[in-house]
């Protein structure tokens, strides 16, 4: 791994292991609820960060990049859960488009956000090949994004732990404030690994 992505990885996990610790050995309830509950400063900074990434990889200028602004800007609305502010629901969520109840205007806003991304989704999945000769070549955008994504899979299967892996709700209802902490410290590091993704703006980079 290059040195300067170790760094960065290190300082951003030795961060969040000292906030972990000191927030369930040096907190109260209350202020560790402010800072690691949903809607709390972590979430909110998750989502930040998301929105600069966006930002900043639009600066770039190229396709590849301009589809990833996109599909950070989506995680940084994400974060603020305002996939579902503006409608009776998560737009993401099939019940959602099945539903009688939800209003037809709301169904095809919401399927044309869903198209995009998966339209996005297709271009960047045609890219692997390119992304996974950048990963054995040890390039530190290609590393950044590959982390960053580890980052969000190990988080989103401590959100949904209860429902994939039924013999663990009782571990999950018991340690919940611990694996809330976890989640969203690991959405906190997939951020700012999709910021480093956009640094540096090499030559390389911005012609892919």
Known sequence: MPKSLGVYCLVIFLTLTISWVYSFYGMSMEHRTLIWAEHGLVESLAALFFGVAALLALLIRTRTYNVFSFLMLMASLREL????????????????????????????????????????????????????????????????????????????????????????????????????????????????????????LSAKSKSN
């Open 81 to 200: 859960d305002l996939h579902k502010y503006w409608t009776v629901d998560s737009i993401l969520k099939t019940r959602f488009y099945l539903s009688e109840t939800t209003p037809l205007v709301e169904k095809m806003a919401g399927g044309a956000f869903v198209i995009l991304l998966l339209l996005s989704a297709i271009y960047l999945f045609k890219r692997i090949p390119i992304f996974v000769k950048n990963l054995w070549g040890l390039q530190v955008q290609s590393l950044a994004v590959f982390f960053a994504l580890a980052c969000l899979v190990v988080a989103k299967k401590i959100d949904s732990m209860a429902r994939l892996f039924p013999f663990l709700a009782d571990f999950h209802a018991q340690n919940n404030a611990f694996l809330i902490t976890i989640e969203e410290g690991l959405e906190l590091a997939a951020a700012l690994l999709f910021i480093r993704a956009c640094f540096p």
